[in-house]
């Protein structure tokens, strides 16, 4: 009980965890937007050297039923352009972000001015209308420094972008609640080997457990007499196979009598108070015979007594005796 109660808290924690991860994920991803049309553009990083690939990043927000144009960006003298990316477009919040990059490169140092971007829109009451950016300053510089030495010092380590932190974050809330469950299946599994590898009761116990609640059961006052005599010949069988590990309860009375007994050392008259009460239970059973109340109570008795005369009993010495 007490591993359970600690494995329910364990579980209680992460789900506030992954909750709070994502509600923390969901305020910081959500873009400022105002609406209804906002434009933002920026280069990947402040400088570059030559021949590094500079890469514009164009994103624009808008709301739902605006269709926008993207724009082509022709770039300054001595700046080409070297691709463009696949445009992106996303939907979350309400907002519809679109995405796209333009990669450039250049070969000569010095600053770069890119003109102001115009993009075309239209509002979803069909008008047409126009955002423009402002310029843009691209700063480059060449791979030798002041004294034009052949030996530039490293690029300083770029630092992780703070949402990054979001995705670390919720890796390791992903993470967390999978060794839950791991630790779960684990101790369950335990507790499960644990008490299959318990101790069963003996047969004669299960057996006299199961009369028992057969003999202040309800069947026989509600006419259900086939039913009564399925689940005492059911008893004794469940009793023999737990009691000489035979698969008594998968062979039919006529395969049982023919083989089983053969095996079970039984004497004579065990052979014989077995056979008959099987032999009878099945004219109840399948024969529909309707036997007289003195007859149930002597098959009940008959059961009984089977399991009393072939149970197995300690004595002093520790060993086991058949009676």
Same mark, same amino acid.
């Given at each position: 009980?007490?591993?359970?109660?600690?494995?329910?808290?364990?579980?209680?924690?992460?789900?506030?965890?992954?909750? #709070?991860?994502?509600?923390?994920?969901?305020?910081?991803?959500?873009?400022?937007?105002?609406? +209804?049309?906002?434009?933002?553009?920026?280069?990947?990083?402040?400088?570059?050297?030559?021949?590094?690939?500079?890469?514009?990043?164009?994103?624009?927000? $808008?709301?739902?039923?605006?269709?926008?144009?993207?724009?082509? *960006?022709?770039?300054?003298?001595?700046?080409?352009?070297?691709?463009?990316?696949?445009?992106?477009?996303?939907?979350?919040?309400? #907002?519809?972000?679109?995405?796209?990059?333009?990669?450039?490169? $250049?070969?000569?140092?010095?600053?770069?001015?890119?003109?102001?971007?115009?993009?075309?829109?239209?509002? +979803?009451?069909?008008?047409?209308?126009?955002?423009?950016?402002?310029?843009?300053? !691209?700063?480059?510089?060449?791979?030798?420094?002041?004294?034009?030495?052949? *030996?530039?010092? %490293?690029?300083?380590?770029?630092?992780?972008?703070?949402?990054?932190?979001?995705?670390?974050? %919720?890796?390791? %809330?992903?993470?967390?609640?999978?060794?839950?469950?791991?630790?779960?299946?684990?101790?369950?599994?335990?507790?499960?080997?644990?008490?299959?590898?318990?101790?069963?009761?003996?047969?004669?116990?299960?057996?006299?457990?199961?009369?028992?609640?057969?003999?202040?059961?309800?069947?026989?006052?509600?006419?259900? *007499?086939?039913?009564?005599?399925?689940? !005492?010949?059911?008893?004794?069988?469940?009793?023999?196979?737990?009691?000489?590990?035979?698969?008594?309860?998968?062979?039919?009375?006529?395969?049982? %009598?023919?083989?089983?007994?053969?095996?079970?050392?039984?004497?004579?008259?065990?052979?014989?108070?077995?056979?008959?009460?099987?032999?009878?239970?099945?004219?109840?059973?399948?024969?529909?015979?309707?036997?007289?109340?003195?007859?149930?109570?002597?098959?009940?008795?008959?059961?009984?007594?089977?399991?009393?005369?072939?149970?197995?009993?300690? *004595?002093?010495?520790?060993?086991?005796?058949?009676?």
């Amino acid at each position: 009980m007490r591993l359970s109660k600690k494995l329910g808290i364990m579980g209680i924690v992460i789900i506030v965890l992954a909750v #709070i991860g994502v509600g923390i994920w969901y305020i910081q991803t959500k873009p400022e937007f105002t609406g +209804p049309v906002e434009i933002n553009i920026d280069f990947s990083q402040d400088i570059y050297h030559i021949g590094d690939q500079m890469i514009l990043n164009l994103t624009v927000l $808008t709301e739902p039923g605006y269709s926008i144009q993207l724009p082509e *960006i022709v770039p300054p003298e001595k700046v080409e352009q070297v691709m463009v990316g696949d445009a992106q477009v996303n939907k979350r919040w309400g #907002i519809v972000q679109h995405t796209i990059s333009y990669h450039f490169t $250049t070969f000569e140092p010095g600053e770069y001015i890119f003109p102001e971007i115009s993009i075309p829109y239209t509002t +979803p009451d069909g008008e047409k209308a126009e955002w423009k950016t402002e310029p843009s300053i !691209l700063l480059v510089e060449s791979l030798l420094n002041s004294q034009d030495s052949d *030996i530039r010092d %490293l690029k300083p380590l770029a630092e992780v972008p703070s949402d990054y932190m979001l995705y670390y974050l %919720l890796v390791g %809330l992903i993470m967390l609640i999978v060794i839950g469950v791991l630790i779960w299946h684990y101790f369950k599994k335990r507790q499960h080997n644990v008490e299959t590898l318990s101790t069963p009761l003996p047969a004669h116990v299960v057996a006299y457990q199961r009369l028992a609640a057969l003999e202040t059961s309800d069947l026989l006052e509600e006419g259900q *007499i086939d039913k009564y005599f399925t689940i !005492l010949s059911e008893i004794v069988r469940e009793y023999i196979e737990n009691r000489y590990t035979v698969k008594a309860r998968e062979m039919t009375t006529q395969e049982f %009598l023919e083989q089983a007994l053969l095996r079970l050392k039984l004497s004579q008259q065990h052979q014989e108070l077995l056979k008959d009460f099987l032999q009878h239970a099945d004219l109840v059973k399948y024969a529909r015979h309707i036997p007289e109340y003195e007859q149930i109570h002597q098959a009940f008795i008959k059961a009984r007594n089977f399991v009393d005369e072939t149970k197995i009993v300690e *004595i002093e010495e520790g060993g086991e005796e058949v009676v």
